[in-house]
């Protein structure tokens, strides 16, 4: 997903809310905080690789195994197909048949 480039106030705005949410402090004691970040990456475009994802990979599993469609597994799920092949690298669970 790409982000539009974001203002000085915006991104003040962003980590502001991040240090309220995360650490607890309130926006008074962020602002010294923000205010050391910003100095330091001034001029930068900082790099910063997104948090990793956990899948809910039982699930996604279970209604494969219920036989539900791959696309719809995609969608329901917000997978890649490439994802997919990933997380069950030795094939995609199929639809279990019952025997009576």
Do not use: N, W
């Not at 607890?24 to 004691?29: A, D, I, R």
């Not at 690789?49 to 990979?57: G, I």
């Not at 329901?76 to 690298?89: A, G, I, Q």
Request: aromatic share 8%.
């Amino acid at each position: 997903m790409i982000r539009k480039r974001e203002t000085e106030q915006q991104l003040r705005e962003r980590i502001e809310d991040a240090l309220v949410r995360d650490v607890g402090v309130s926006p008074t004691m962020a602002q010294p905080f923000i205010d050391s970040v910003m100095r330091c990456f001034a001029g930068e475009q900082a790099y910063f690789p997104a948090a990793p994802r956990d899948y809910p990979v039982l699930h996604i599993r279970a209604a494969l195994e219920r036989g539900v469609p791959v696309k719809q597994v995609m969608q329901e799920f917000d997978v890649s197909r490439s994802k997919l092949h990933e997380l069950f690298p030795g094939g995609l669970p199929r639809k279990v048949l019952k025997t009576a």
